[in-house]
Structure formats: structure tokens, C-alpha cells
């Protein structure tokens, strides 16, 4: 799956990291590779030895890379990278290659995490919470209208859900879930009428949580997530056709 092309980074370290894990997921570079010497990444980015070393040193910290003595630094497997982090989520969303048991998993992930944590809201969520969720839903029908960015509104919708849970690991996941959301959001958000389709399923669990109706929120988390899932599988499969036809 596809997403827009995040806006550039602050620094000379982070601009290099971006494109240096975007290639890596991508497949340009590929598990069991060695990346190209210093010198050679020095000359294609214009930067310095240092911003170079930075980067690939955040890369390795996020299990992406290993340097090996007297080999070089060496493209891990994904199963060593740190899956949650929001910046791998985000570049392997980026990646151009279909990654459909990426896209099954992340699925399953929000099926898992996401309906627990409406109940949850439904349960614990504070008078400012719950009115924090209809703003939220207010920017969401002001977007399909045409006012505001549909994505963000979206977004800040479904974190206030998890955050308003109550629960501390669920808030510590919430960086990393707001990556994956981003990526789903992003693909039923460019779905003809997608946005407007969904937003009777946004209302319904935007009033569940204010009547604190556990098994209404439940329910009407599972029916997004369900919806959400559709709307990939449909993409997936046009961008396969798509694959299909030029090869």
C-alpha cells in the first residue's frame, strides 16, 4: 500500500535516515546486503561522514542494520526490526512493493487492540474526553464537506478512543498505532466517497462512548475496522492488477 511522501525532515541526519529506511523497505536494499561504504553514501546524499554514521546508527537502533567489522553494515531481516516503531511503520506503508502479509497483520493488530479499547472508553472516558471525541467527529463531517483534512480529523478521532481507555500500555502503543491507523487511513480516505461512507460508523461509536454503551462501542469499532479492511483489499487488488498488466 501507498501513501503520500512525508514532509522533510528538520535536520541533515533525519533526511538521510528517511531515505536510507525508505530504501530499505522498499527493497533497494535487500536483507543480507551490504550497504555501499561511507564514501559512496557521502557522495550520493552531499553530506558529511558524520550525518552519514548518525543515521545508520538510528537505523541500527531500530534493528534495521548491523555493522560487522571488516564487512560493513549489513540489511537485517524484518523480523529483527522494531515493527512498532512509528517510523518503520511509516516507510514500509511508503514502500511502493504490495505487502499484503503486512497489510493482514495490521489488520489483526487493530482488530486485537481497537474494540477492547472502545469498551474501554465507553467505561472510563472523561466528560472532556467524550466531548473531545465529537469535536473531533465535527472536524471529520466538516472535512467530508470539503472544510479540514479528512486523514488528521480521522486520526485525532481515533486516538482520543485510545486514550480515553484508561489503559497505560494501550497509551504507550498509541504512537505506533497512530502510524498504522495513518496507513489505513490514508488508502480509504482516497476511495470515492470512502469518507463519507464511513462517517455513520464514526457517529455511532462517537455515541456509544457518550452513552457509555460498552458493547454499542465494541460493535461499532469492529464495523470501521471491518470497512477499513475491505477498502485494502480492494486497493490491494487494483494495484496487483495494475502490477499484473505491466509486467
Known sequence: MTTKSPAPRATFQEQVLEQLGRDICSGRYKPGVVLPPEGELCERFAFSRIVIREAVKSLSAKGMLDVRRKVGTVVLDPRHWNLFDPDVI????QSTVVDPAMTRDLMELRRIV???AARLAARRATGQERQALRSAYAAMERAVAGDGDYVTADLAFHATVLSA??????RQMQEAMNAILKASF??????????AFTLPMHEALCQAIEEADEKAAELASL???EQAEADLLEQLQIEQHASDQVS
Open 186 to 195: 490514508r488508502i480509504s480516505s482516497e476511495k470515492p466517497g470512502g469518507p
Open 114 to 116: 481497537e474494540p477492547a
Open 165 to 170: 481507555a484508561g489503559n497505560q500500555f494501550v
Open 223 to 225: 464495523r470501521l475496522i
Open 90 to 93: 511509516a516507510w514500509r506503508a
